[in-house]
């Protein structure tokens, strides 16, 4: 009896070891064959460093520079305590920095999570040398955006910032890792696929202590194509001077081809400060800041009414259907009656008799009240989107708006109202609703300046080693008759003693241009120029825009004035 039970718990011990077995080495495999190898061999991964940006004549703006971070590999630590000590020395890291780093590696125990970014160099030496005593702790190299210039064109290249979980589970797809850094705004997310490099690493293998025995493979990385510009780094600089501390924008363009030369847009903000450590507080003031808006790009997705620059559309749509001549005239009171509502002009007393060139020379409304009641709101409309407004001008930049270029039907959609005549008055100088962005009035103004041809602005000519292909400008259909007396206004304003953009001439340089005073319910008007030089053959075209400026005669002309001043002084002109 004795014997019988013995044998009985030999067999059930027997077949508890033949079920443990079972389990640990059948089911259990993959599990811990995966231990064993993380435990025995690490991946460092290299990144791909991300393309340099430079100018058009090949200077730097945008470049990538090592950093190094300090990380912890929760399964190597050994000696806790004097890990501690060594990061506290070292990183003047306090202990509850230290133990909430702990507990976070210990969800992923064989992978390296980061302790400290981009410390300086002679601390990862120290560091590195110090762990061949105290295990557990390793350094990893990065590859860190550096904007050289730091406020320079920080509307052009955008900035970047590190994915997120949501969007990991997308971009994993893609070769992104946690805590790759990926282009939101400008041309850093325009050319993100071109500028991103691609990440390599090396497999290795360690001791126990975590100490690297030998390298068992190595993937190079490569990096990034590079991005030269159109932008001119002097022209870039001067029209950033000039703009100060005003809120506003200047674009400058080459018209023949659509190169951009400088694009500024005020308040501006530093894009190191989306990748340096320790700057989360500036980010999130910048991004907060509701009243200077430093983060928007005015240039090309600040909304506002053109005023009077608008009339160039106006007077060429006019000429166009025959609703004037050139030698029409209009009689300038000081306002315009239509109905019961009277409309002024902005010269108390007026203006007297008027034609088309000294209207746009004078920009007096009433002569483009008739202009546009003669012309009707249908035409209007026709020839505002003919000039490329109501749409994006297709700038290679993200965020790009498209405005507003209104008419009956727009109306009745987003207003349930219908389209009445004194809108019309108002739409024909620049007013009402009526919404554009700086960069469409400079595609306005190339237009004149390209002899009736509209051309689509760019800032990138080569990705990589590959040229990018010429812009070249399309014509809108205007007679050469049309072009030809709306560029003679120009040319009036500019260079008559009586016109309203004479502060924009400049000695040695034909300019041509038209002035903007918007008006504005949120307070001061919005002050605008527009033009080109030189008048004969332009090579330059430009637009500055001041929000809240006061009169477009004013700043407007004299800023348009220092930065033809300079493409002159550069060889531009």
Same mark, same amino acid.
């Given at each position: 009896?004795?014997?019988?039970?013995?044998?009985?718990?030999?067999?059930?011990?027997?077949?508890?070891?033949?079920?443990?077995?079972?389990?640990?080495?059948?089911?259990?495999?993959?599990?811990?064959?995966?231990?064993?190898?993380?435990?025995?061999?690490?991946?460092?991964?290299?990144?791909?460093?991300?393309?340099?940006?430079?100018?058009?004549?090949?200077?730097?703006?945008?470049?990538?520079?090592?950093?190094?971070?300090?990380?912890?590999?929760?399964?190597?630590?050994?000696?806790?305590?004097?890990?501690?000590?060594?990061?506290?020395?070292?990183?003047?890291?306090?202990?509850a920095q230290?133990?909430?780093?702990?507990?976070?590696?210990?969800?992923?125990?064989?992978?390296?999570?980061?302790?400290?970014?981009?410390?300086?160099?002679?601390?990862?030496?120290?560091?590195?040398?110090?762990?061949?005593?105290?295990?557990?702790?390793?350094?990893?190299?990065?590859?860190?955006?550096?904007?050289?210039?730091?406020?320079f064109?920080?509307?052009?290249?955008?900035?970047?910032?590190?994915?997120?979980?949501?969007?990991? @589970?997308?971009?994993?797809?893609?070769?992104?890792?946690?805590?790759?850094?990926?282009?939101?705004?400008?041309?850093?997310?325009?050319?993100?696929?071109?500028?991103?490099?691609?990440?390599?690493?090396?497999?290795?293998?360690?001791?126990?202590?975590?100490?690297?025995?030998?390298?068992?493979?190595?993937?190079?990385?490569?990096?990034?194509?590079?991005?030269?510009?159109?932008?001119?780094?002097?022209?870039?600089?001067?029209?950033?001077?000039?703009?100060?501390?005003?809120?506003?924008?200047?674009?400058?363009?080459?018209?023949?081809?659509?190169?951009?030369?400088?694009?500024?847009?005020?308040?501006?903000?530093?894009?190191?400060?989306?990748?340096?450590?320790?700057?989360?507080?500036?980010?999130?003031?910048?991004?907060?800041?509701?009243?200077?808006?430093?983060?928007?790009?005015?240039?090309i997705?600040?909304?506002?009414?053109?005023?009077?620059?608008?009339?160039?559309?106006?007077?060429?749509a006019?000429?166009?259907?025959?609703?004037?001549?050139?030698?029409?005239?209009?009689?300038?009171?000081?306002?315009?009656?239509?109905?019961?509502?009277?409309?002024?002009?902005?010269?108390?007393?007026?203006?007297?008799?008027?034609?088309?060139?000294?209207?746009?020379?004078?920009?007096?409304?009433?002569?483009?009240?008739?202009?546009?009641?003669?012309?009707?709101?249908?035409?209007?409309?026709?020839?505002?989107?003919?000039?490329?407004?109501?749409?994006?001008?297709?700038?290679?930049?993200?965020?790009?708006v498209?405005?507003?270029?209104?008419?009956?039907?727009?109306?009745?959609?987003?207003k349930?109202?219908?389209?009445?005549?004194?809108?019309?008055?108002?739409?024909?100088?620049?007013?009402?609703?009526?919404?554009?962005?700086?960069?469409?009035?400079?595609?306005?103004?190339?237009?004149?300046?390209?002899?009736?041809?509209?051309?689509?602005?760019?800032?990138?000519?080569?990705?990589?080693?590959?040229?990018?292909?010429?812009?070249?400008?399309?014509?809108?259909?205007?007679?050469? @008759?049309?072009?030809?007396?709306v560029?003679?206004?120009?040319?009036?304003?500019?260079?008559?003693?009586?016109?309203?953009a004479?502060?924009?001439?400049?000695?040695?340089?034909?300019?041509?241009?038209?002035?903007?005073?918007?008006?504005?319910?949120?307070?001061?008007?919005?002050?605008?120029?527009?033009?080109?030089?030189?008048?004969?053959?332009?090579?330059?075209?430009?637009?500055?825009?001041?929000?809240?400026?006061?009169?477009?005669?004013?700043?407007p002309?004299?800023?348009?004035?220092?930065?033809?001043?300079?493409?002159?002084?550069?060889g531009?002109?």
């Amino acid at each position: 009896m004795r014997d019988r039970f013995l044998i009985s718990a030999l067999s059930f011990l027997f077949v508890l070891i033949i079920i443990g077995l079972f389990y640990n080495q059948i089911l259990m495999y993959g599990y811990y064959a995966k231990l064993s190898r993380n435990n025995s061999i690490r991946v460092i991964p290299i990144e791909g460093p991300r393309g340099n940006i430079f100018d058009r004549t090949g200077q730097p703006l945008v470049t990538s520079r090592l950093s190094f971070d300090a990380a912890i590999i929760y399964q190597e630590i050994g000696d806790r305590k004097k890990l501690m000590s060594l990061l506290s020395d070292q990183l003047g890291l306090s202990g509850a920095q230290i133990m909430d780093a702990f507990e976070k590696a210990s969800g992923r125990s064989y992978e390296p999570v980061t302790i400290a970014e981009d410390i300086p160099k002679e601390k990862a030496l120290a560091l590195e040398e110090a762990g061949f005593d105290v295990s557990g702790i390793v350094i990893e190299t990065r590859s860190r955006r550096n904007y050289l210039h730091k406020h320079f064109g920080s509307h052009i290249f955008g900035y970047l910032s590190e994915v997120t979980d949501n969007e990991l @589970e997308t971009l994993k797809d893609y070769g992104y890792r946690m805590k790759d850094l990926i282009g939101r705004a400008g041309l850093e997310k325009y050319y993100e696929s071109a500028l991103r490099g691609v990440d390599g690493g090396t497999q290795i293998e360690v001791d126990s202590r975590g100490h690297q025995t030998r390298v068992l493979g190595l993937k190079e990385p490569a990096s990034g194509q590079d991005l030269q510009l159109t932008i001119d780094f002097s022209m870039q600089i001067a029209c950033d001077k000039l703009l100060g501390d005003r809120k506003g924008a200047i674009v400058v363009m080459d018209p023949r081809n659509g190169d951009i030369l400088a694009l500024a847009s005020h308040p501006t903000f530093d894009p190191n400060v989306f990748v340096e450590r320790g700057t989360s507080e500036e980010r999130m003031k910048l991004l907060n800041d509701k009243t200077g808006r430093p983060m928007s790009n005015k240039a090309i997705s600040g909304l506002y009414p053109p005023g009077s620059v608008f009339k160039i559309v106006t007077s060429s749509a006019a000429l166009e259907q025959n609703k004037i001549t050139r030698y029409t005239r209009f009689f300038c009171p000081g306002f315009y009656k239509l109905g019961h509502s009277q409309f002024n002009c902005w010269k108390d007393g007026g203006h007297g008799s008027q034609n088309v060139v000294e209207g746009i020379k004078n920009s007096c409304n009433v002569f483009f009240y008739n202009t546009g009641r003669a012309l009707g709101v249908d035409r209007l409309e026709s020839y505002t989107k003919l000039f490329g407004y109501g749409k994006p001008t297709g700038i290679d930049l993200t965020d790009e708006v498209g405005g507003i270029a209104p008419g009956r039907e727009w109306k009745l959609f987003h207003k349930r109202g219908i389209w009445y005549e004194g809108e019309t008055l108002n739409y024909a100088i620049g007013q009402g609703y009526l919404s554009v962005t700086p960069i469409q009035v400079l595609e306005m103004a190339a237009v004149m300046a390209n002899n009736g041809n509209l051309v689509r602005p760019r800032l990138v000519r080569r990705v990589g080693s590959s040229d990018l292909p010429n812009q070249k400008p399309k014509s809108i259909g205007l007679k050469d @008759e049309t072009v030809q007396v709306v560029r003679m206004g120009l040319f009036e304003a500019v260079n008559n003693e009586s016109g309203t953009a004479k502060r924009a001439k400049l000695e040695g340089a034909t300019v041509a241009g038209k002035t903007g005073t918007a008006q504005n319910p949120q307070g001061r008007t919005h002050a605008w120029f527009c033009g080109f030089a030189p008048y004969n053959d332009p090579k330059v075209c430009l637009v500055v825009f001041l929000e809240h400026g006061g009169k477009g005669g004013l700043e407007p002309a004299e800023i348009a004035r220092g930065i033809f001043a300079e493409a002159k002084q550069r060889g531009y002109l």
